[in-house]
């Protein structure tokens, strides 16, 4: 490769790079925090756009340790009930904090802490949580995300169980397949009900880099000829 080649192939480069940096992508996995189910997530979209919801069994008392969702399983590891808002569970809170505020919700059944598991790993997972105490008391839960006993990162809310349902919800930026979502765990002082699970998908930042790559090739092979530095 000539000198003028290697200066336009390196600026080039550095240029896509840069996209990648502007949307928010890095090299090492990390949880990033989505704040609303309207907010926007990293690579696609709104947080309901590029998720998929699990449907809650269909009535009210129903006790499950699994749900599904085409291809995809979440297992519980302790039972969870089915229960209403505002039928059988006292509130929820309101757009834009939640989805709605009358979603049916997977109570824990007493358990403070619980560990949910995902049979195909997502690059995004979250889910509404409110606790079980009905007053304004605020009680902290600790939401970690791991692939299988590695950590990507954990998301702490102090949460009211008055009307205060907060969205937990995590997207994998700068992974790879190997280390996406498989495991989350809860971990509060007070039981509590979740809405709303949601997981999806989203492109690869190690697909993307390789895609702008392979079109700083083949600029490369068209320009190298014609250019002779870098253009401003």
Same mark, same amino acid.
Request: hydrophobic share 45%; aromatic share 10%; proline share 6%.
């Given at each position: ?11 080039? $480069? ?15 996995a ?11 997530t ?5 947080? $309901? ?9 269909? =009535? ?5 340790? $699994?749900?599904?969702?085409?291809s ?5 590891s ?5 229960l209403?808002?505002?039928?059988s ?12 505020? =009358? ?18 790993p ?14 304004? =008391?605020?009680h ?15 998301i ?7 009307a ?17 979502i498989? $495991? ?14 949601r ?22 092979r ?7 530095g870098?253009?401003?």
């Amino acid at each position: 490769m000539g000198n003028k080649a290697v200066i336009i192939f390196r600026c080039w $480069t550095l240029a896509g790079l840069a996209v990648l940096i502007g949307h928010g992508y890095s090299f090492g996995a990390t949880i990033t925090p989505i704040a609303t189910p309207g907010a926007p997530t990293v690579c696609c979209g709104s947080y $309901t756009e590029s998720t998929n919801v699990f449907a809650l069994p269909t =009535t009210d008392g129903d006790l499950f340790t $699994t749900l599904t969702n085409g291809s995809e399983v979440l297992t519980f590891s302790t039972e969870f009930m089915r229960l209403m808002v505002p039928v059988s569970w006292a509130s929820w809170s309101s757009p834009p904090q939640s989805e709605t505020a =009358t979603p049916a919700v997977a109570w824990s059944n007493w358990q403070v802490g619980v560990t949910l598991t995902l049979r195909a790993p997502a690059a995004i997972f979250g889910f509404e949580l409110e606790p079980d105490d009905t007053s304004s =008391t605020l009680h902290a839960y600790t939401v970690a995300f791991l692939h299988g006993s590695t950590p990507l990162g954990s998301i702490v809310f102090p949460v009211s169980g008055d009307a205060g349902a907060l969205l937990f919800a995590g997207e994998v930026v700068g992974s790879s397949n190997p280390n996406l979502i498989d $495991t989350v765990t809860i971990a509060g002082n007070n039981d509590f009900a979740l809405a709303n699970i949601r997981y999806g998908d989203v492109p690869e930042p190690a697909s993307l880099l390789l895609t702008i790559v392979g079109g700083l090739m083949i600029v490369w092979r068209r320009i190298s000829t014609n250019r002779s530095g870098c253009r401003r």
